[in-house]
């Protein structure tokens, strides 16, 4: 009976030291170097032109098991509730700019924006001004972590493909068309007069005046 409750004592010790040591087994190494390799494609078409920025917002733990806020930046986000969340990847750029941390950049090359030699933490991934491929808008700002839990292990080199959305269309209104003037070349607009009674007035009117003519100098030779 004293040994079955020895047991039953030592089988919680027992269980959390196997716990404690497969959770030492799974922690990540905060040294290790780390690379992203991001896939830029629209339609199956690799992008070329314009860039990728990265600012690392988060570090991992002391006791190694979560990732954290940078110290700097725990006075205005005390943690990671979910990294999917975009208006925390907004508010975290936001935060990265105006904290002055440095920025990381890679251009886009046949597709690719690659980084390399990065610490472990969270990143938050984004295109400043005038980063943009042409042709296409800014991706929105999204959170990575490095490393990543992968078919239980950490992997430090992964690889992500951001959505690359298109420039939305113009909807300004299109400039107006102005009025022409008119020309003073063109025939102008018919009223209703023709043309055709100007040579017969102009007949008769001779035909009067010779017979008047006529008459005048008859009736001067009749002594009249």
Not at 144 to 156: E, F, K, M
């Amino acid at each position: 009976m004293q040994k079955k409750l020895i047991v039953l004592l030592l089988l919680p010790l027992l269980i959390f030291g196997l716990c404690t040591q497969v959770c030492a087994v799974q922690g990540a190494d905060p040294d290790k170097q780390c690379s992203i390799t991001f896939l830029l494609e629209f339609d199956n078409m690799p992008l070329d032109g314009g860039k990728l920025t990265l600012y690392r917002v988060g570090q991992i733990s002391i006791d190694g098991d979560t990732f954290v806020p940078l110290d700097s930046l725990q006075s205005d986000c005390e943690n990671f509730n979910d990294l999917e969340d975009p208006s925390l990847a907004k508010t975290l750029n936001e935060l990265a700019v105006t904290h002055g941390l440095k920025p990381f950049t890679a251009s886009i090359s046949n597709g690719k924006a690659i980084f390399s030699n990065l610490e472990t933490g969270i990143y938050v991934v984004c295109q400043r001004l005038g980063e943009e491929t042409k042709g296409y808008a800014a991706i929105n700002p999204f959170l990575i972590s490095l490393p990543q839990w992968q078919n239980d292990t950490y992997v430090y080199d992964i690889t992500a493909a951001p959505k690359v959305p298109l420039v939305p269309s113009s909807t300004e209104p299109t400039e107006s068309t102005k009025p022409t003037q008119p020309d003073d070349t063109q025939d102008l607009p018919q009223t209703g007069q023709l043309n055709w009674p100007v040579p017969l007035m102009a007949v008769l009117g001779l035909a009067i005046f010779s017979i008047g003519w006529g008459l005048f100098f008859g009736s001067k030779r009749r002594g009249i």
